[in-house]
């Protein structure tokens, strides 16, 4: 096999082991189906999907751009059609979109894996894909001005200074100089990180990237870049990303859509896997890091749908198009002004991109910000001020930037703030969207006909056993009337207020100002980052948590104690007290040099083996933990099925003594990320008035935030305030019971005992298992030698048949080759 071979070979292993395998059975029907609901939805897309005409543009950033009416709707549809059909086949049809950017001709199509964030694609890309481990040497090599050293990213890479300071980029002088300086010292450099373009907007020439790459493969060094910003250049130069990137050696890259207009989410693309280590390790690699980091959301369908609508018909190229000629309309004012006979500096003027490098007095910026509008001007250490402007920066909003300058350039003190139609801006007033609403219902209506157009005998069931993406239609309606807002710092503070009220009344808090509440974009980045955000780093120090613990079997965490259980306890998979009271004491005061410190104690609830903590046991944990001066953190993320049914609360548990609680209702159709509640401070190690700040940073640094946080907030309010996540979970149960029944009716031996939960836990005879009517729901078994269906609220009776059905088809072909098998003779030929 030649070498070129089997690094093909490795990419297509990859791509059928992360790909949705089921998905592929029912592709073509899928896009059959998609393809008729674009055609009957043709020229209909969602335009109340825009930003409103009153919120007022910042100009400082282009994060919270609004999504494009096209990709919403294709946020729709996939969604819609996800509840009606269980068709996921969306996210790899968005994968090969991605691809197409990238692939060159005969060459295999990129491996990608999506991120909720750019943040979180780079934190992939290095650590992951690259495989840097500093605890072992390892380095990336990255310019002193790339993105990757701000706080929020805690990337594993060195800095390098670059000899052109003003630009930012890296030279092969700049590398060769580090890397003979980081080997004096037995660091290996194993990837260079370039940002295209570096943080002051200055691009790599195509020949300057070869340059980089053929001097890094011939040192077996890989070469990652992150070219979220390079589609303003794209769209000014005709250029493409393959220009950029595959044409030019490049092995890993980080790109992303949502400040054009694009899904609230990014992308790792890997290229070429020749100069990676461990290449045959690759896919376990990502895998265990989006386990750990929880680096993709908790619902990926909602931020993986609209790429191949941004890709297919140019739109990424037209939106760039329109951010960059308004910010050259903004350039072109400023690069007039003149101040002590010198000419206003514009670093990166004529403009490329939609961003602004302009070298303003202080005193203009100071006169400027004066007025109180929503737009401030904020130079850097260097006095650079940058302003952007996105797709949907307006006509008024440009009119009303420039009339602004002017103003303060000519020193007009009278000037009126609310010459933008409308001014100020608009807050949501809770009250659902009907425009909106009935948007959603017609494209249902559409995408309901097309399934009964095209699905006819299809047994799709299988499929709506697996997927818990797809959110309730209420909870779409107030996301989307999100997405119709520009979100300003002002709005953006509003929706996170919002949602974090609601969350504080769900625990009993709503007048506490001590609880404090962070946002994750997943269950396990929640969980993660409360236990990362307890740990002493002046100390060897873990977490205490059960071995049936969902964090020990993931995480490959190194912070994580695992309990052994026996008796009842290994059955149940608590923690018991009396054990934890002991430990405690060993670690935390009479420990050794090699034994840990203990920092915290962490329990889920219910447990992996589906038992639930009374409050009673609760008490006991929390008093053994605060005897010890540590906090207990109570993941809850999976409770909602017991207190649906049970008619009790968050609160009766949260306020038994747990100090941080995880919670998230992705599960359960609602909001689109988790969120990390400190309730109580007392045994944290951290001041009241910087948990939110060290905490936050914690999050970002494990993994990234979400891209454009304030669209993962959203829901939250709805799930809470008409508790529709109670009514949610109990229709849920209601599911659980009529699936459970189906199985014992076909022989089926169902786990008793258990907790309300979504999940069924069976014994499943191996040969049963290996049938061709079961293998499709693919049941997951664990390390007990059960096996588990997940159940979502969109099962239907009809699923619950077909179910049954394939049981009832499984058993008949066990039966008949049993008959066969009986009528053989001994030499393998049939008796008469």
Known sequence: MSKKQFLQNILEE?????????????????????????????????????????????FTSDTGASISPEVITQRVIATELLRLTGFNGYIETEREAISSLFKSENS?????????????????????????????????????????????????????????????????????????????????????????????????????????TKWAHERKISVSMDAERLVGYLANSGLTYKDFTSDCGVDIVTVGMQKNGGARSSATIVLNTEYLPNKKDLIRRVESFQHFIGNVTD????????????????????????????????AEVISSFVFDGTAVEIQNFPLTTNMIFAKLPRGFVDSFNEIKDGIALSPDRFGITRIVTAHDTKDADVEYMIAKLNAVYNQQPNFNKLTL????????????????????????????????????????????????????????????????????????????????????????????????????????????????????VNTPSVTMVSE?????????????????????????????????SGLLKFHNTERGMHVPFITSVCIEQPTKSGYVYSKEEISEISRAAHENNIPLIVNMHRFSYHLADSGESYKDYANCGADIVTIGFSTLGGANNSAIVVLDSKYLNTELNEIEIKLNRTVKGNGGKQSGQVYG??????????????????????????????????????????????????????????????????????????????????????????????????????????????????SGNFRN
């Open 548 to 580: 049936d613990s969902k964090m020990h079997h993931l995480s490959h965490n190194r912070s994580i104690k695992a309990i052994s259980l026996d008796g009842e306890y290994k059955k149940t998979g608590k923690l018991n007290p009396k054990i934890i």
């Open 108 to 212: 295999v199509s990129p491996l990608v894996f999506f991120a909720a964030s750019t943040t979180q694609a780079n934190k992939l890309s290095l650590s992951a894909v690259a495989d840097v481990q500093p605890i072992k040497g390892d380095i990336a090599l990255a310019s002193t001005h790339s993105h990757i050293f701000a706080f929020e990213v805690g990337q594993p890479a060195e800095s390098v200074i670059p000899k052109d300071e003003i630009t930012g980029k890296l030279t092969v002088e700049d590398l060769e100089r580090a890397t003979n300086e980081y080997s004096k010292i037995k660091r290996r450099v194993k990837t260079i990180h370039l940002d295209q373009p570096t943080k002051g907007d200055y691009f790599y020439s195509p020949e300057e990237i070869k340059q980089i």
């Open 299 to 330: 619902n990926p369908l909602a931020i993986a749908s609209g790429w191949k609508e941004m890709v297919d018909s140019d739109l990424y190229i037209q939106n760039a198009n329109r951010a960059n000629a308004q910010a050259t309309k903004i």
């Open 14 to 58: 990859g791509r059928k082991k992360t790909y949705t395998p089921f998905a592929h059975e029912f592709l073509d029907v899928e896009n059959k189906i998609r393809e008729e609901i674009n055609f009957k939805l043709k020229d209909n897309n969602l335009e109340i999907l825009q930003r409103d005409d009153n919120a007022i543009f910042p």
């Open 421 to 536: 139609s409308g001014g100020g801006i608009r807050y949501r007033d809770d009250k659902n969207n009907p425009v909106i609403k009935s948007a959603i219902e017609k494209i249902s209506t559409v995408v309901k006909s097309a399934c009964d157009d095209n699905l006819g005998e299809i047994n799709q069931s299988s499929l709506k056993f697996k997927s818990e993406s797809a959110q309730q239609p209420i909870v779409l309606e107030e996301i989307l009337d999100e997405h119709s807002l520009y979100h300003t710092p002002y709005g953006l503070d509003k929706s996170s207020d919002l949602a974090k009220s609601s969350i504080k009344k769900l625990f009993g808090r709503e007048y506490d100002n001590n609880v404090k509440i962070v946002f994750a974009s997943s269950r396990n980045q929640a969980a993660n980052s409360a236990i990362m955000f307890t740990a002493n």
């Open 713 to 826: 907030n959203i829901g939250w309010h709805e799930m809470i305030e008409n508790e529709l996540w109670r009514d949610v979970a109990k229709g849920v149960n209601v599911a659980v019971g009529k699936v459970e029944d189906a199985l014992k009716e076909v022989g089926i031996e169902v786990q008793e005992g258990r907790d309300k939960s979504n999940i069924i836990s069976f014994k499943l005879p191996s040969e049963l298992a290996k049938s061709e009517h079961l293998k499709k729901y693919q049941f997951k078994e664990n390390e007990k030698g059960t096996h588990s269906l997940r159940i979502t609220s969109s099962i239907t009776d009809k699923d619950i048949e077909n179910l049954k059905s394939d049981f009832l088809r499984a058993q008949s072909e066990k039966k008949a080759a049993n008959i066969r098998s009986n009528r053989r003779d001994h």
